[in-house]
């Protein structure tokens, strides 16, 4: 059964790079046909998209995040990354990894039901 392991800083400055990382362990990232995406849950506030991996490898980014945002995957070590530049408080939030078997749709909010979810990882930021 595979298991999604965020990890990262817990505070960042604002200003800074936010850069978390997704272990994967139970299977290969590039096993199958699956994409890999990063949510977010602002304090008091829904689950947001921020972006998706997609099985090829190539990125998809949610316009409101786009000019900040990379994600990317290490097949050596079965890790898919996060980088959210330029952060400010309002990118405090909790951050999830998953991994579904269809292309996440967007338009609607993320649904725990759907997919491997990682315990998520809460990230302040702050000076």
């Known amino acids: 059964q595979v298991q999604l392991q965020e990890s990262g800083p817990g505070l960042v400055k604002p200003s800074q790079t936010l850069s978390l990382t997704c272990t994967v362990s139970g299977g290969s990232i590039t096993t199958g046909y699956y994409y890999w995406s990063w949510i977010r849950q602002p304090p008091g506030k829904g689950l947001e998209w921020i972006g998706y991996i997609n099985p090829s490898g190539v990125p998809f980014y949610m316009p409101s995040l786009r000019s900040r945002t990379s994600i990317s995957r290490d097949t050596s070590k079965n890790q898919v990354t996060l980088q959210l530049s330029s952060v400010t408080p309002e990118d405090t939030a909790v951050y999830y990894c998953?991994?579904?078997?269809?292309?996440?749709?967007?338009?609607?909010?993320?649904?725990?039901?759907?997919?491997?979810w990682g315990q998520g990882t809460q990230v302040t930021v702050s000076s």
């Open positions: 998953t991994r579904s078997p269809r292309a996440p749709v967007v338009a609607r909010a993320p649904n725990r039901e759907v997919g491997s």
